[in-house]
């Protein structure tokens, strides 16, 4: 299976580009900057060189020609201004479902975040606000495609830990924080479980192991 990530040098992309390396799956993943190929390389991908902010459609659905599924991991981050949440966290995620659609690849994967929302509203930070409008705006964009096979992962405060296999997953999970390392886990597994399409889900923390949670999601539970 070649899946290609949007943001491909982001620290959820990079866990999950080795995750899908060592199941024997093709990762490649997008990268704007030369000097981040061998991090990815190192991670079992192919590094893709294109910026997301300067790029057309056509141009990104080259690379995404023969994929099975693309994951949009891409994010200004956190010590960017207001504008470029709108250019990454937004544009380049319609930009990814545009090419997608171009590609015939119908399969998408959106990490989001808990609390997106096209009208959140955060006055005490602007740019918080601006960063939660943005996922939100991209979410719906990419649920109101008819032509591919979407799922919106939502998760919680992100933590640094080593992972411990055990989330909760569902459409309303309440606040919580989840390893980095647990959402990489959580992608793969989606990639895997075309029954989660059109779904929206949260994540934190949970019980249940990552397999269970979306088995679950996809309504195998039984």
Do not use: C
């Not at 704007?32 to 459609?57: C, I």
């Not at 119908?106 to 509203?121: F, N, V």
């Not at 005490?124 to 979410?139: I, M, Q, S």
């Not at 459409?171 to 059109?198: N, Q």
Request: net charge negative.
């Amino acid at each position: 299976m070649r899946t290609v990530i949007a943001g491909g040098h982001g620290q959820i992309a990079l866990k999950l580009e080795r995750l899908l390396a060592e199941r024997g799956d093709r990762p490649a993943g997008i990268i704007r900057r030369p000097e981040q190929a061998h991090d990815l390389v190192d991670a079992g991908a192919e590094p893709l060189l294109l910026d997301l902010e300067s790029t057309t459609a056509p141009q990104l659905a080259q690379l995404l020609a023969g994929a099975d599924a693309v994951v949009f991991a891409a994010g200004a981050g956190p010590g960017s201004g207001a504008a470029r949440k709108n250019t990454v966290d937004r544009d380049a995620a319609v930009l990814l479902a545009d090419a997608a659609e171009l590609a015939g690849v119908r399969r998408y994967l959106m990490i989001s975040s808990m609390g997106a929302d096209a009208a959140a509203h955060h006055p005490a930070d602007p740019v918080f606000e601006t960063y939660l409008r943005a996922k939100g705006a991209a979410d719906d964009a990419v649920r109101a495609r008819t032509a591919l096979d979407w799922t919106v992962l939502r998760p919680g405060r992100l933590t640094d830990g080593p992972g411990t296999g055990l989330v909760r997953l569902a459409p309303a999970v309440g606040r919580g924080a989840v390893d980095r390392a647990d959402v990489a886990a959580v992608l793969a597994a989606l990639l895997r479980e075309p029954g989660t399409a059109g779904q929206t889900l949260e994540l934190v923390a949970g019980n249940a192991t990552v397999e269970e949670s979306v088995a679950a999601a996809a309504g195998h539970d039984g």
